[in-house]
């Protein structure tokens, strides 16, 4: 994942360590990105067949491979917690799955969208719960979070294809809303069943208000990342 | 690719270099190989799917990830060199698919043995044309066949499951027999197409006899694979 820290949400990014490195909803976190590295993975390489470019199927090799190196950091830090990736990971693959049945591109631009939106709406989230973790953790989360040189690539072939392309403007701009809307019933949905997790979330954000704070200010996030890929 | 130095064949591998860093066949060796990280890229990506668990899809996820740190050394090298990997790779397009459409797996065992059989066949003959080459190239040429950890994860799942099953044996003993025809004919067609890699096998293998006795250890090497996974 990469793509738009928390600064862009206007929110403090002073890290307030607030959350012990052994707390459980640690591993949770962790399991919940490592699942969803693999599930990116996947979905990009099956979906590098909607390139009309071996070009842009390589770009698109490259940004799963680099998914995959986010997993391996994610594997080693629950291994050092005494946790295998792939019992912790089990308690996610329902609602990631849902998430990418649910937003399924048929087109390479979509595609193309979701990798450089879905990626933010994720660093958004997470970044605010990396700003309360420890120290220790925070820098797994972060590494994993980095932004790369991926999402240039992405933001270059949608400005071009919709500026001269009206209706395909318009076609994005809803693919994009829907992506933020699907995105946030997911994560409602994992914290709903994960009690460790939603802890987390809510020591990172103080309370419901906070939690409810912060998929507003995701939203504003969300509008201006659709702004810099030309749509909305 | 991985699996296998030339040691395995029986041949001398002490290099000695009789082919300058900028001799044009070398471009075109860089070129056949990085097109062939891609290749597996996508082709690993896809049987992934044939895998019964999703600890066998992240393995493949791995080997697919490490095909792509290859590619971009091949990249970087043929950047150096002034090349564009696309405008290099475009001859060598043909060919590959030829070589994975003739060989799609059926099954998740079939595409275990398809790795580690692909690999190791491509390393046998590449590795014999690094010995020939310059030092500052041949490195590149042994970085992207070094043999990863991923061979070991191949060897037991294939190993396990013949163990038990014969006639899932003998149907995979067949199949490693047209793996190993396909790539030689495709091998063949490729260089019946290029004259500068047909130039440099040449200087490295000696003559036409030398490339008759390199396709002979080949097959020997190969024999000695197919009894590591328990085939044959």
Known sequence: MGVNPSAALGVSTEPNPRIPADHPGVTDLFA???YGEISAFYRLAEEAK?????RGKVAVAKMAAAEMAHFDTLEQALSARGVDVFDAMAPFVRA????HDSTDPSTWLESMVKFYVGDGIAADFYTVLADALAPEVA???RDVLA???HSEFVIEEVRRAVAENRSERDRLTLWGRRLLGEAITQAQYVMAQ???LTELVLVATGDL???AALFER???SHAERMRVLGLG
Do not use: C, F, K, W
């Open 32 to 34: 919940v990105l490592a």
């Open 50 to 54: 909607l390139s009309p470019t071996l």
């Open 96 to 99: 990631l799955d849902a998430y």
């Open 139 to 141: 820098t797994v989360v």
């Open 147 to 149: 932004e790369t040189s």
């Open 194 to 196: 994960r009690d460790e």
């Open 209 to 211: 208000t906070g939690i």
């Open 218 to 220: 995701m939203q504003a």
